[in-house]
């Protein structure tokens, strides 16, 4: 579960139990919905619900959640109105949280995220106040197996890309944000499946983590906002040794 190792938490979404898979649908279906009303619902010039529906596909979604999910964002249906806000917080240890959601009601999203927070040992913070510590740009992750580092830096740098960085799992490009849909377009049109592809809080400051308890209380907090419908997306700064991760999840 270490915050900073983005791969990790992808192979760890990957893994989802089947109970969990509806509220991987209900998530889904809010961002479709949300990115359906700000660029429209035909994939083809829409990169971000584009993107989304490969995720949908992923994680096995009904294609009529799907239909329904866009037809909402394009007023064909009706549905809640939702919105996008992001909160800022401080976990244990210090370790610095931004959790964005997809709500159809701020003020009790606001309510269940700050006693979250309140529950496992941490506070909600003010605007700026934790973001400062996080690069807010696209990320993208492609598998080792997809193509050599030189097709790689020639594709990414091309497009713009800022940086990318090579590791043991694969390629992780970084790009800024206004430059997203067009890195995302020339990996497409390279060939290139992409293993994530966001607009991320990047951590630039981590924070060492070697005590078990706090691993687990950590562990608790990921799990807590996890299972708030309205949470979409949680960036933490926490490094945690693989050792003291797993242990961590281990049941009691």
């Known amino acids: 579960m270490a915050g900073h190792n983005k791969w990790s938490k992808v192979k760890r979404a990957k893994a989802v139990t089947d109970s969990r898979r509806g509220k991987i649908f209900s998530r889904l279906s809010r961002e479709i919905t949300m990115a359906a009303k700000a660029g429209g619902g035909s994939p083809d010039g829409n990169t971000r619900l584009r993107t989304l529906l490969l995720k949908a596909r992923e994680a096995n979604m009904p294609v009529e959640n799907v239909d329904r999910a866009i037809k909402k964002g394009t007023g064909e249906l009706p549905g809640a109105v939702f919105e996008e806000i992001t909160y800022e917080g401080y976990g244990p240890g210090g370790v610095a949280y931004v959790v964005k959601c997809t709500t159809d009601n701020k003020q009790r999203s606001a309510q269940i995220v700050r006693s979250i927070f309140a529950r496992w040992g941490g506070n909600l913070a003010s605007t700026g106040a934790v973001s400062f510590q996080f690069l807010h740009a696209g990320q993208f992750l492609v598998a080792k197996r997809a193509c050599t580092e030189d097709r790689m830096m020639e594709v990414a740098l091309d497009a713009g890309a800022d940086d990318v960085i090579t590791t043991e799992q694969g390629y992780e490009l970084r790009c800024d944000l206004h430059l997203f849909d067009k890195v995302l377009h020339a990996l497409e049109k390279a060939g290139l499946q992409t293993e994530s592809a966001e607009i991320a809080y990047i951590p630039t ?14 562990l608790h907090l990921h799990e807590a906002l996890e299972d708030d419908d309205d949470v979409q997306q ?19």
Do not use: H
């Not at 949680?234 to 009691?252: G, L, V, W």
């Open 205 to 218: 400051t981590l924070v060492p983590v070697t005590d078990l308890g706090l691993a687990k209380n950590l």
């Open 234 to 252: 949680i960036f933490s700064n926490e490094e945690i040794d693989d050792a003291i991760a797993e242990a961590a999840s281990r049941p009691a």
